[in-house]
């Protein structure tokens, strides 16, 4: 799935706040404090995937499938780390605030 350039205009916020989620949490060590735009298109892939999710599991495969289209990295072995599961779970609380919002009119 992909995001067209309408709807990554639409979803700006939520495609910001999982980025930002990314950053913090670095699973690529890219972090250098100073490229904070640096998992903007991991995010988006994240989220063109969300859109067809309903669990924090299947949140977990999205950013799996995610790095390893992005990087060639199998994360797979990380889907039971704690760090790795609260860094999904930010993502999906991130990706429904944004549904509600939406739904509401926000």
Excluded: H
């Excluded at 969300?50 to 390893?68: G, N, S």
């Excluded at 072995?77 to 930010?90: C, G, H, L, N, V």
């Excluded at 993502?91 to 739904?103: G, L, V």
């Amino acid at each position: 799935p992909t995001l067209s350039d309408k709807e990554r205009e639409e979803m700006k916020p939520v495609i910001r706040n999982v980025s930002t989620i990314l950053f913090e949490c670095d699973p690529m060590c890219l972090n250098f404090d100073s490229n904070r735009d640096e998992y903007d298109p991991e995010a988006v892939t994240i989220i063109s995937m969300l859109k067809c999710k309903e669990t924090t599991d299947e949140t977990i495969e999205a950013i799996v499938d995610t790095f390893r289209q992005w990087f060639d990295e199998d994360l797979s072995e990380y889907k039971t780390d704690s760090k790795f599961i609260s860094m999904a779970q930010r993502i999906w609380a991130a990706w429904i605030q944004y549904q509600e919002d939406t739904k509401n009119g926000q």
